[in-house]
């Protein structure tokens, strides 16, 4: 079996659907880590430790816990995820094209598959 041709519609439905998922998954799991390093006392730790060498002579040091707060963590993450699914898609699509240019020249992808007895 050879694969000679692949159709770019197909793969860039499939390729953003995945994408998707990616990114559902990528934004589930950074409010989950923030949740649990929130809870551990990760950010207040460290942002005192900050927040004292930053300090001046009048005060106001960098406020580490207010810079990643939730809502800023999860606005970022979800700008990642939305460019991820658009370069995703966009260069699976450009995969397929020139996966079929070369697969005219060379003859594709060979396939052997076999039946389970």
């Given at each position: 079996?050879?694969?000679?041709?692949?159709?770019?519609?197909?793969?860039?439905?499939?390729?953003?659907?995945?994408?998707?998922?990616?990114?559902?998954?990528?934004?589930?799991?950074?409010s989950?880590?923030?949740?649990?390093?929130?809870?551990?006392g990760v950010?207040?730790?460290?942002?005192g430790?900050?927040?004292?060498?930053?300090?001046?002579?009048?005060?106001?040091g960098?406020?580490?816990?207010?810079f990643?707060?939730?809502?800023?963590v999860?606005?970022?993450?979800?700008?990642?995820?939305?460019?991820?699914?658009?370069?995703?898609?966009?260069?699976?699509?450009?995969?397929a094209?020139?996966?079929?240019?070369?697969a005219g020249f060379?003859?594709?992808?060979?396939?052997?598959?076999?039946?389970?007895?």
């Amino acid at each position: 079996m050879r694969v000679a041709k692949v159709d770019p519609w197909s793969v860039m439905k499939v390729s953003f659907l995945l994408a998707i998922a990616l990114g559902i998954c990528t934004v589930v799991a950074a409010s989950v880590l923030w949740m649990v390093m929130d809870a551990m006392g990760v950010f207040s730790a460290v942002g005192g430790t900050i927040s004292e060498a930053t300090e001046g002579q009048q005060g106001g040091g960098f406020d580490l816990e207010s810079f990643l707060s939730l809502p800023h963590v999860m606005t970022f993450t979800s700008v990642i995820a939305v460019i991820n699914v658009v370069l995703a898609t966009a260069l699976a699509t450009l995969g397929a094209f020139i996966y079929n240019l070369s697969a005219g020249f060379v003859g594709g992808v060979e396939l052997t598959l076999a039946e389970d007895e």
